[in-house]
């Protein structure tokens, strides 16, 4: 009994020393890599390449005051990343986004578009009230029998969008939104099939009527 007593004795004490070795053993943690900060936007450099190359058409805020060019301020970063990057690219057919473009690095475009995502869009208004009432229905319920889905499911009920994904409407200019839609269905923009496949249902009234109405949207 006495020898048995001492055993397990002994065996009581090894294993707090067992539990010490088996710490001191692991290897220590690696710490996770902070993230690089070549990986973040630049936003005095956004800013400085946005003044020499956008401001003169999109103005100093990126609220555009001639309607045929389009507000950038508060758009999504990525979706104005991948338009510049298509307009480089020749996939987005613009002569003069061509030239703007191609002077920017892949560097140059985001710190632009995170810049510019940064200012505040100054809201428009919808100016014909027969217009904006057919708008407002397209917007929010599509066109059943042509099956033309609801833009707000994809551009959210306000305007939004839905950011990495589909593009800010809220207040853009009708002038604009008009122009891009008839592009789509005509073919003349095709770097979006999805907005091909939707314009192309539509008559020259009801674009008009929902880019009247996404002006108005707040």
């Known amino acids: 009994m006495k020898l048995f ?17 088996s710490q001191e053993a692991k290897p220590a943690a690696v710490p996770a ?30 609220n555009s005051l001639i309607p045929v060019n389009p507000k950038l301020a508060q758009q999504h970063p990525q979706y104005l990343i991948k338009q510049l990057q298509e307009f480089k690219a020749g996939k987005r057919a613009n002569p003069i986004m061509l030239g703007m473009a191609t002077t920017l690095s892949d560097s140059d475009m985001k710190n632009v578009a ?9 809201p428009s208004v919808a100016k014909d009230k027969e217009l904006v009432m057919l708008g407002e229905r397209i917007y929010r319920g599509g066109i059943a029998d042509r099956q033309v889905p609801a833009c707000a499911g994809c551009h959210s009920p306000n305007g939004a969008g839905i950011p990495a994904q ?3 409407l809220s207040g853009q200019h009708a002038e604009y939104a008009v122009a891009q839609l008839t592009a789509f269905r005509d073919g003349v923009r095709g770097n979006s099939l999805q907005m091909t496949q939707v314009a192309a249902k539509l008559n020259d009234r009801e ?3 929902l880019a009247d109405y996404v002006a108005g949207l707040r």
């Open 166 to 168: 589909f593009p800010r």
């Open 207 to 209: 674009i008009r009527a």
């Open 5 to 21: 007593a001492h055993l397990l004795i002994a065996a009581f004490l090894a294993v707090p020393a067992f539990f010490a070795f």
């Open 114 to 122: 995170y810049w510019v995502s940064s200012k505040k869009a100054t």
């Open 33 to 62: 890599a902070a993230p690089s900060s070549a990986d973040k936007p630049d936003l005095a450099k956004g800013e400085a390449s946005f003044m020499a190359v956008c401001a003169a058409c999109h103005a100093p805020d990126g």
